[in-house]
């Protein structure tokens, strides 16, 4: 399978969206790629800390920026952490960050290659 065949696999549906363009998904998942990193970890310390409202705002944040390249997976469970912290519901939100923290991290990874590529 050559990079395009893969990336079309596990993204086929993120580059219907952008009308098959390839080098625009690259393009998106370099600059999210560069700012994953720092807001899962100010939405961390939010969701530590129990301050809801800059929880919500990192995980409204994060939602944005993964589901330009998946809907379902990892960034349904990010949008419903975003609705616990809005309710203030930190602490379950917390819970939920902290089990969903390697599914997160596979998909960060993910982008990640797909910028390199």
């Known amino acids: 399978m050559n990079k395009s065949e ?11 969206r952008l009308d098959g363009d390839e080098s625009l998904l690259r393009e998106m998942a370099a600059i999210t790629a560069a700012d994953l990193p720092e807001v ?5 310390q939010a969701l530590q800390v129990g301050d809801s409202e800059q929880a919500a705002s ?5 939602k944005g ?7 379902g997976g990892v960034t349904v469970e990010v949008h419903e952490m975003l ?4 309710r203030d519901g ?3 939100a917390k819970r939920s960050f ?3 923290r390697s ?7 993910e982008i990640t290659a797909i910028a390199a590529k």
């Open 6 to 16: 893969e990336l079309a696999s596990r993204f086929g549906e993120a580059i219907a």
């Open 40 to 44: 899962i970890d100010e939405t961390d």
């Open 58 to 62: 990192g995980l409204h944040k994060l």
């Open 65 to 71: 920026m993964l589901s330009t390249f998946e809907t």
């Open 83 to 86: 609705e616990m912290a809005r």
């Open 90 to 92: 930190v602490v379950e």
């Open 98 to 100: 902290d089990r969903h």
């Open 103 to 109: 599914e997160l991290n596979d998909l960060v990874a």
